[in-house]
C-alpha cells in the first residue's frame, strides 16, 4: 500500500503540469485578454482613472482612430484597440501585466513559481491569490463541507430503507419527492427560499448576505456559533436539497444488488437476521460505490455547485472568486484557483481510494495495479 501511495503521490506532479499546460495556452488564445480590457477602459473613459493607475499620468489620449475590436492576450498581437493610444502607454500597460515577456517566457517563470506555491498576485484586486483563497476559503469550504456531511448522512439511510422496503408505498412517495426535489432548478429553490424566510414577501426569518452579522467579533463563543448557523443554513438547504437524488438512488440500487446475490440467500439460510445481514456482509459491499462518488460529490459542492449560490446569497467563496476572475480575465486568479481546485480533487480521489480500503480490507490496489 506504501508503494501505491508514492505512485499516486508522484502521478500528482505530472498531471497538474498538463492541466495547467493546456489551460495556459488556451486562454493565451482567447480574446479580451487583461491587456485588451486595460485599453478598452482607456478609450471608453478617457483620463484619470485607469490611465493613472497604469502611467501615473493624465492627459489626452489622441484620436480614437482604427478597429475598436479587442485582440487576443499575447503580446505579440496587434492590440488593434490600441490605435490612437500612445505607444508609451500601451507599453507601460503591457509591463504593468506582465506581457511584455515572451509567450514561453511567461510560461517557465509561472511553472517555476508554481513549483514553489507562489500563485502570484491579482492583476485587479491589488492582493497576492493566495490571499484571495485564504478569504474565500472558509465560505466554500463551510458550504461544501456541511452539505456532503448532510447530504451522506440522510441518502444512505434512506437509501439503504428504500432498499429494504422496495416497491412499498415507503419507496415509491419519497423517490417521487427526491426526484421532484432535484428537479428545481438551484437558483430558483434558492430564489424561492429567499421570499419566503428571507425578507422576501412573507416571512424575515434568516438573514439574506454574509455568513457572520455585522457585530459578530462582540458575540460570546456560543452567539458566534448560533449567527453562523443562522446565516449558512438556507444556503446549505438550498445545496442539500439538490444533492439528494443521485446519491440516495445510487445507493438503494447498490443494495439492491447486493441483496439479490447469493451469499445473502446462503446467509439467510444459516439463520442469520436481517440486521446482521444488512450490516455485516451486504454494507460493506454495496457502500463501496456510494465511497467512489465521494470525491466527485465534494469537489461539486465545494466549487461548481455552489457559484450560483454564492451569487444569490452575496458569498464571497471560491466560485464567485474563480467565476469574476474568469470574467474580468484575471489570469493570475484563473490559474491559481484552477492549480489549486486540481490539487485537491487529485488529493481527494486518493483519499477515496484509501477509504475502499478501510471498507473492504481485501482489497489491494498495489497488488491489483501490479
Known sequence: MARYILKRLLLIIPTLWAIVTVNFFI????????????????????????????????????????????????????????????????????????????????????????????LGDSFFRGKSVLSLIGECLPVSASLGLWSTLIIYAVSIPLGIRKAVRHGSAFDVWTSTAVVLGNMIPTFLFAIILIVFFAGGSF????????????????????????????????????????????????????????????????????GLSEKKILVGHVFRNAMLLVIAGFPATFIGMFFTGSVLIEVIFSLNGLGLLGFEATMQRDYPVMFGTLYVFTLLGLVLSLLSDLTYTLVDPRIDFERRRS
Open 27 to 118: 486562454v493565451q488564445i482567447a480574446p479580451g485578454g487583461p491587456v485588451d480590457q486595460a485599453i478598452a477602459g482607456l478609450r471608453g473613459l478617457g483620463t484619470g482613472g485607469p490611465l493613472e493607475r497604469v502611467t501615473g499620468q493624465g492627459g489626452d489620449l489622441g484620436p480614437s482612430g482604427g478597429d475598436s475590436s479587442l485582440g487576443g492576450g499575447d503580446p505579440s498581437s496587434s492590440y488593434r484597440g490600441s490605435r490612437g493610444l500612445d505607444p508609451e502607454v500601451v507599453a507601460a500597460i503591457k509591463q504593468r501585466y506582465g506581457f511584455d515577456k515572451p509567450l514561453l517566457a511567461r510560461y517557465f517563470d509561472m511553472l517555476r513559481k508554481y513549483l514553489t506555491f507562489d
Open 203 to 270: 416571512f424575515r426569518i434568516f438573514p439574506l448576505r454574509g455568513l457572520t452579522s455585522a457585530d459578530f467579533d462582540s458575540l460570546s463563543a456560543m452567539g458566534k456559533v448560533g449567527d453562523y448557523l443562522w446565516h449558512i443554513c438556507l444556503p446549505v438547504v438550498v445545496e442539500v436539497i439538490g444533492g439528494f437524488a443521485t446519491l440516495t438512488m445510487l445507493t438503494k440500487n447498490s443494495f439492491l444488488d447486493e441483496i439479490g446475490k447469493q451469499y445473502v440467500m446462503t446467509a439467510r439460510a444459516k
